[in-house]
């Protein structure tokens, strides 16, 4: 069965520290990685990862997969409180018309 | 940027009444999705449609229906609501198969009571 784990469940930091958002995955024919942003309104795209070891870069935020070991970082430097949100992690597979198979969130929550 | 708009934010409802909720997309995407979210579970796929008229079960479809009728409109249908199908509903869309990314709507949090 594929499944997609996140870690940790929640996270509680303050302004300025850097966090680190895990997700790993065991699914059959993967052929991409998405990590959305979910505040209180749609998750919002963040980054699409298909290959390992090539970083993707957006601001504070900045995202890795490594195909070998199955998983994925998520990492934020110099937090904010418009940060705090739910990260979602989405595997996507090459069968089955390309689904997504989601994990079950990191909440993370930045205080002042 | 994409639009996808959900009827409702927040709903109430009673156990056995017919609920239905709506998602309309603005960029003339083929394929829709209707997913619920609970703690800790994630995003469970309910239901998706490749194009009009279309529709597939995704992994949990028991209890809910859907219907496509026009390309923009997708929409999820409780026949007979009950306690356990208080969540929050997301609707998504997205251009091809081709195309993982899906684009979200804000959701409907959906209470039977």
């Known amino acids: 069965e594929d499944k997609v784990v996140q870690s940790p469940l929640s996270l509680v930091v303050h302004e300025g520290d850097t966090v680190t958002l895990n997700c790993s995955y065991e699914v059959t024919n993967f052929r991409s990685l998405l990590w959305y942003k979910q505040e209180k309104k749609a998750p919002t795209f963040l980054f699409m990862l298909?290959?390992?070891?090539i970083e993707k870069k957006s601001g504070r935020l900045s995202s890795i997969l490594d195909k070998k070991e199955l998983f994925s970082i998520l990492n934020i430097t110099a937090t904010q409180t418009g940060d705090s949100a739910v990260y979602l992690c989405a595997v996507g597979h090459n069968n089955a018309g390309n689904m997504l198979t989601f994990g079950g969130g990191t909440r993370l929550m930045v205080k002042p | 940027d994409v639009k996808v708009t959900q009827s409702s934010r927040y709903l109430v409802k009673r156990t056995g009444e017919k609920v239905f909720l709506e998602c309309v997309q603005d960029?003339?995407?083929?394929?829709m999705f209707w997913y619920r979210q609970d703690p800790g579970l994630g995003l469970r796929l309910i239901y998706f449609s490749y194009d009009v008229k279309m529709k597939e079960k995704g992994d949990i479809p028991e209890g809910y229906s859907v219907s496509r009728e026009k390309k923009e409109r997708f929409s999820l249908i409780l026949e007979s609501a009950s306690t356990n199908q208080t969540s929050m509903y997301l609707c998504?869309?997205?251009?091809?198969?081709?195309?993982?990314?899906?684009?979200f709507g804000p959701g409907t949090r959906l209470t039977v009571l």
């Open positions: 298909t290959s390992s070891g």
């Open positions: 960029m003339d995407h083929e394929n």
């Open positions: 998504a869309s997205r251009n091809s198969p081709g195309q993982p990314r899906q684009f």
